[in-house]
Structures are given as structure tokens and as C-alpha cells.
């Protein structure tokens, strides 16, 4: 099946740094890849919209200059958390969609847990 | 639009017994619907997934969802629990097959000895 990576898994940084996550597809071409937010014991909250070649489209409250997207290739998309703050501190799941798959859905990463002090 | 209830945030189950986590969604077009299993600390896994052919559905694992319009509902079945199904799972609606799905809060099952 498809398979979606993520890099790092965990990472732990100090406030006020910047961190930069990498959400690839292996096996296949994704035009639109989805970040999504996991607070403990809770569900998933999209947070944006990621297209390749184009802007990505932020879910309402999420900040855009905060959760910066990049989507530069049709496998590799990257959030980078500008000045990270203890409340950025959660789980971060991307997923991607096969731009030729028939049947159409998401495949997601392993997550990356981030932790900031 | 859409939205995904899920009763029960936790659910516990003997092993070998009937799992048996609740779905309902609203949506105002025919819906794409999904199950997710999420392991600690892991992504989540796809484990069935409904998209307009038949209404019982059979995914990994020995799980299985039956959609049905009358009641709103996909809920996911097993027969008998194992010890290693005890996981965080998530009924996801999707109105365009691949994007804007909206998770539901999440049922943790337990299975105990």
C-alpha cells in the first residue's frame, strides 16, 4: 500500500527556535498533502491544506506565519513551527493523497511528536 | 456540513468477545466514511473504508463496518477481541472521498485478559 514518511518522529526543542518538519510520500505522487494536530487524548484537527506548486489553505485560528507550508515537490511537503512556544508542544500528522488513485483517500504518517521546552 | 460522533470515549471488552464501536455522522451528500486504528504513539492505519459500493464492509484484521443510510451510522464490528486490538480508533467522514475529512473524538478500546 501507499506509504507516507515523516521526518523527525520526535523532536524536542527550546522555546522561541524554529522547527521544520518533512512529510514525504514514497510510492507515490500527492498534488494536495494535509497537516493535522493531535492534542493528548483528542482527535485530529486539520490544520491546513498543502497543494503542490501553490499556497496552502489554513484551517480558521490556525496562523499562517506561525505553522509555515511548504509543498514544494510532488512526494515532499514541510511545516516548520516559527518560534516555537510550550503550547505548540502536540502530536503533528501529515497525510497525502494519491493524485492517481481511483478510489480517493488519505494516507497518513507516523506522526511527529514535538516538544517544546 | 459534516460532523462524526463516536459514542462511547472508552470501551472495554473482554478477549474473545464482540467489539462493537459506534459511528454516526451527518452529511449533506452521500458520504465517504472511514475507520482508523492509532496505536500509542503511531500514525493512524486504515482499516475499512466505505466509499458508495457495498454497505458492509471488511477491512483488516478481522474488522468490519456495515453503513447504514436509515440510521446514520458505520458502526465497526469484530467477533472476538484480541489482546492487540486495544488502540485509539477513529471514524472519519469525507463528502469528497479524499480531502476535508472530519475525524470523530476518538474510542479507546481496552481488552482485558
Known amino acids: 500500500g501507499a506509504v507516507v514518511s515523516q521526518h523527525p518522529s520526535r523532536v524536542i526543542c527550546k522555546s522561541g527556535t524554529s522547527v521544520k518538519i518533512e512529510c514525504r510520500s514514497l510510492d507515490f505522487q500527492a498534488t494536495t498533502m494535509f497537516w493535522y494536530r493531535q492534542f493528548p487524548k483528542q482527535s485530529l484537527m486539520l490544520m491546513a491544506t498543502?497543494?503542490?506548486?501553490?499556497?496552502?489553505?489554513?484551517e480558521q485560528g490556525v496562523e499562517k506565519d506561525k505553522f509555515l507550508i511548504n509543498h514544494a515537490s510532488l512526494t515532499l511537503s514541510t511545516l516548520t513551527v516559527t518560534s516555537a512556544h510550550p503550547e505548540d508542544s502536540s502530536f503533528y500528522i501529515c497525510?497525502?493523497?494519491?493524485?492517481?488513485?481511483?478510489?480517493?483517500?488519505?494516507?497518513f504518517g507516523p506522526g511527529t511528536r514535538l516538544l517544546v521546552l | 456540513a459534516q460532523s462524526v460522533t463516536q459514542l462511547g470515549s472508552h470501551v472495554s471488552v473482554s478477549e474473545g468477545a464482540l467489539v462493537l464501536l459506534r459511528c454516526n455522522y451527518s452529511s449533506s451528500v452521500p458520504p465517504y466514511l472511514f475507520w482508523y486504528v492509532q496505536y500509542p504513539n503511531q500514525g493512524l492505519q486504515l482499516l475499512l473504508k466505505y466509499t458508495s459500493a457495498a454497505t458492509l464492509v471488511k477491512g483488516i484484521n478481522g474488522f468490519e463496518a456495515e453503513f447504514k443510510k436509515s440510521e446514520t451510522s458505520f458502526h465497526l464490528t469484530k467477533p472476538s477481541a484480541h489482546m492487540s486490538d486495544a488502540a485509539e480508533y477513529f471514524c472519519a467522514v469525507s463528502e469528497s472521498g479524499g480531502q476535508n475529512f472530519v475525524f470523530g473524538p476518538g474510542t479507546r478500546l481496552s481488552v482485558l485478559p
Open positions: 497525510s497525502a493523497r494519491d493524485r492517481l488513485a481511483v478510489q480517493e483517500t488519505q494516507y
Open positions: 498543502s497543494n503542490e506548486g501553490s499556497k496552502a489553505t489554513y
